[in-house]
């Protein structure tokens, strides 16, 4: 590997691991209100989408639920949404192009998906992966919400 492909590569990885982002955050109340991990409303599905990774501190990424920003999660955030039943992908910004997954909802039930930062050639990437309950919570526990 050339010297200066091996600057770049530890310049990328010093900026994935130092600083911080940061986005809008909603209130301490409503914050503690979603971690009390409420049934959703009727005939609807509850979606915590967290990220809890401490890979990448400075990166911002880009959540969508069937094609509709969300917004930008930043480490240690989550966001709530009320979803109707059925199918829905859910999409988060990586390198190239998104990376999404497909959720079937049940009214009823919570669902939780953690993003993940992962390196990139250029810049971190991000992904999604479905998590139990139990998981879910834990994760979001030791994060914030975000607006």
């Known amino acids: 590997m050339s010297k200066k492909l091996m600057i770049c590569a530890a310049t990328l990885g010093v900026a ?6 940061s986005v809008p955050m909603e209130s301490a109340e409503k914050n503690q209100e979603f971690k009390a991990f409420p049934a959703p409303p009727e005939n609807q599905a509850g979606l915590y989408i967290f990220r809890d990774s401490a890979l ?34 859910l999409a988060t910004e990586s390198e190239f192009s998104d990376n999404t997954i497909n959720l079937n909802a049940e009214a009823g039930k919570n669902y939780y998906v953690r993003q993940y930062i992962k390196f990139g050639v250029f810049v971190g990437g991000a992904n999604l992966t479905e998590v139990s309950e139990a998981e879910g919570q834990k994760g979001v526990g030791s994060t914030e919400l975000a607006r």
């Not at 994935?16 to 982002?21: D, I, N, T, V």
């Open 16 to 21: 994935l691991l130092s600083g911080c982002a």
């Open 56 to 89: 990448g501190p400075i990166l911002k990424k880009t959540v969508k639920i069937d094609n509709k920003v969300v917004g930008e999660t930043a480490m240690n955030t989550y966001f709530y949404r009320v979803v109707s039943p059925g199918q829905h992908v």
